[in-house]
């Protein structure tokens, strides 16, 4: 493919016409779309993810600050699991090809309609250019749109998935991205709170299932610090900082694979824990010490490198 | 068996041996527990996460499971056609001290098990691999083993649903639609589906 072709992101809405025939509900020469100009670092669609497959060896995915895609699908008047797009560090530009509402949540982030400041959530009409700033702290904004994004599902999901290849391939430019027709009415506010973004984390962790691979590993990890490493991604957080020293008995041993939860924190022969986040593969074969509350994980997905890092374990 | 603590919504279970993981999976799968989100099975253990407060039931359900019987449940049987080609099929005859076309009879003539998947989506560790075929991995692993590859490593034979890198010794190839996530059911293949290979010419 040459930049120059634009690539169309395959619509549900067209194929699930009866009769096979590609058709809109409205003037077919007026799809619901965006085209995307200009794709930032990483852009990529997100819902509340894939959960129930893991034994057939498929990640969970979907959006890692699932508060704010949920949030920005209730103040377009989307339901919560609709999906948006996920925009790591700003620089996503879209032009709307038909009128919609639209939110963007997670830690403050600058968004322009046609070069102008806007509050979300804010209308474009056909036409309208969206521009998205470098968010201020943080990592990933959400835009939600009216009627959801509406690429084909797999396996009941369209997020992205980093690690398995699922769901559409980040946006590029001259990508047109297909809309579903909205179906609630938006929700009006006055004021967003953003994800905050803050430059320690104290992280609460449930210890188990492997804890005892590891001399009082309530007490080293009470007693570590780490920095979050720009190894991380939608896989996992790579930290840098204090080894987990394995008991003595452990030094050396193998441990056969085995299943794997979102926000385990597995610890490699090195000793550097890794926090597994949304596309985490679905078994690993390293001890896992602990397991990070759910309420943690929105902050995780949002923690940039060099943000420090605590744990607080708990039985 | 042993339940470790995974979280506040999950369980690890422990166990000793594979036919013991099978038969937790199997019980739990059949209990058809409504809160249930993942049943994970691996080599030793079976994690089993919920949606908050379904993990009582869990536990209710382990607590009289029988490891040592296999919950009756209705397991299909898929067959694949396999093309034995492979690039390391004289490699796996010569270790065997057998030859190709032996190595293809033995290989067609068992009957397989799924014990669990992983490495990637709808990639299944078969379990009842024949003795002589249960032979370790290559020295060193290709960085692309084609899609549909059917191999051998340790006790176990698979297929490749895509094109990875891998280190298992590959003896044939198949044309089965592995894995395909537009499909109702994406996997053809899942923990505790009987399998047979039958040889293509």
């Known amino acids: 493919m040459t930049p120059a072709e634009p690539r169309v992101l395959h619509s ?39 959960p129930g497959h893991a034994h057939l060896g498929v990640p ?38 038909a ?21 979300s959530p804010f209308h474009l009409a056909a036409g309208d250019t969206l521009a998205l700033g470098a968010p201020s702290g943080g990592l990933r904004a959400y835009v939600a749109v009216s009627g959801g994004v509406a690429v084909p599902e797999e396996l009941g999901s369209r997020a992205s998935d980093v690690l398995s290849g699922l769901g559409p391939a980040p946006l ?104 597994f986040l949304a596309d985490h593969p679905t078994t690993g074969g390293y001890p ?6 759910e309420r943690a994980l929105p902050l995780l997905g949002q923690a940039r490198p060099g943000t420090l890092l605590r744990f607080a374990p708990q039985g | 068996m042993r339940l470790r603590q995974c979280g506040t919504n999950a369980v690890l279970v422990e166990v000793d041996s594979l036919d013991e993981v099978e038969a937790v999976r199997a019980a739990l799968a059949s209990a058809r527990l409504p809160d249930v989100v993942e049943l994970v099975p691996a080599a030793r253990t079976v994690l089993v996460s919920t949606r908050p407060g379904g993990l009582p039931a869990v536990r209710e359900v382990l607590a009289s499971a029988d490891l040592a019987h296999r919950a009756a449940t209705a397991t299909e049987e898929v067959v694949i056609p396999v093309t034995y080609d492979g690039p390391d099929l004289e490699l796996v005859a010569g270790a065997a001290g057998l030859t190709p076309a032996e190595v293809v009879e033995l290989h067609t ?89 039958e040889a293509t010419p």
């Open chain 1, 60 to 97: 969970p995915s979907g959006a890692l600050d699932a508060p704010s895609l949920k949030l920005a699908n209730r103040l377009v008047g989307n339901p919560e699991d609709a999906a948006g797009l996920e925009v790591l560090l700003g620089g996503l530009v879209v032009r709307a090809n």
């Open chain 2, 109 to 197: 003539g068992a009957e397989y098990q799924v014990a669990f998947c992983g490495f990637a989506p709808g990639f299944a560790y078969l379990t009842g691999l024949p003795e002589p075929l249960r032979q370790p991995r290559l020295d060193s692993p290709r960085t692309r083993v084609p899609t549909g590859s059917v191999g051998v490593a340790g006790e176990f034979t698979a297929a490749y649903p895509r094109a990875t890198p891998g280190g298992w010794r590959l003896i044939g190839r198949t044309d089965a639609p592995l894995f395909d996530p537009r499909r109702p059911t994406p996997a053809l293949l899942a923990p505790g589906h009987r399998v047979r290979f």
């Open chain 1, 12 to 50: 549900d809405i067209a194929s699930r016409t009866p009769g096979g025939h590609e058709s809109y509900a409205r003037d077919p020469r007026v799809p619901r779309s965006l085209t995307v100009l200009g794709a930032g670092p990483q852009t990529l669609v997100q819902d509340l993810g894939r």
């Open chain 1, 288 to 293: 896992v010490v602990g397991v990070v509350a």
């Open chain 1, 99 to 119: 009128s919609c509402t639209v939110a963007v949540t997670g830690p403050h982030t600058p968004a322009r309609v046609n070069g102008v400041l806007r509050d």
């Open chain 1, 172 to 275: 590029a430019e001259g990508d047109e991205v297909p809309l579903g027709e909205p179906a609630g009415v938006p929700v009006g506010v006055d004021v967003l709170v953003p994800t905050p973004a803050p430059d320690e984390l104290v992280v609460p962790v449930l210890l188990g299932p492997r804890d005892d691979w590891f001399a009082d590993a309530g007490g080293q990890l009470l007693g570590g610090r780490w920095t979050v490493s720009d190894r991380s991604n939608r896989v996992g957080i790579r930290l840098t900082g204090t080894s987990l020293e394995r008991a003595p008995e452990r030094v050396g041993r193998e441990l056969a694979s085995e299943g794997l939860v979102t926000g385990a924190v597995q610890v490699p022969p090195d000793g550097l824990p890794v926090v």
